[in-house]
């Protein structure tokens, strides 16, 4: 695991891009069964009739990965965690498919600490999704909370 | 399941309500071991020392339980199924704990038939999921893409 981080140590425009995740083709199958059963993500016969003509990730698997991803290069180094979190816009740009391997990088865009209580920061960031390509698979923006570093 | 619906069948203000599903403990448990691993997710022991003090679900599982339901209820239900999404915002408003029963309730915000391909419909909408308190535990709001009905 990563140094830890405060909201303090942050600055806008800083960059922190994660390890690479091979997307395996029984995971999507076994998310796609739990929660987004939709031909295209179930197996290849059925996908071969959808509108993909192949088996692609959900969309919300896609995110799942994101999430792990950006927890280790990222948010999981705050001492504390984060408390809270709110997604502004989140946009599936291409498909991904068994064997692709995602990195996900996080860019600072704003930081301002919380009128109602000054221990904590809100971070603003936008998350890209690339895959072995480096083309952009998902992006999303989303701003946390996260304490701030103790004052001695 | 239930019957298909066309983007020309659908009308502003209109509601889907899902089914309920129940959220388990283990499912809680081993979607954060592959997508959320944070101490209040993973373990009783180790949430009760985060700030949730108790073990809850990932924000992500509770999306992806609503994906589900709301394919249930709805975009399962368009024929030819749905061509792309982007969601607008996504929070989460309060925990989602073992043993909840979560439901998912789509309502119709604005509708357009898309510049480009006239055969298709821009469909915008706010899902609120609920607990068995009716308790707001996740806003979204999503715009999605969905075949029109065939010019006979």
Redesign the interface.
Known sequence: MSDSLYYDDLTIGQTFMSRAQLVERD?IVA?AQ???????HLNEEAARD??FGELVA???HT???T??LQ?ESLM?RFP?????????????LRPVRPGDLLRAEAEILELRVSKSRPDRGLVTMRTTTLNQRNEEVQVMTATIMTPRRPQS
Not at 34 to 40: A, L, M, N, R
Not at 81 to 91: E, S
């Open positions: 995971r998310f739990e929660f987004d059963p939709q031909p295209q959808s509108m959900s969309g919300w995110a799942g990965i999430m792990r927890l999981g504390g965690g984060t408390l809270g979190a709110q997604v502004n816009k989140l946009a599936w």
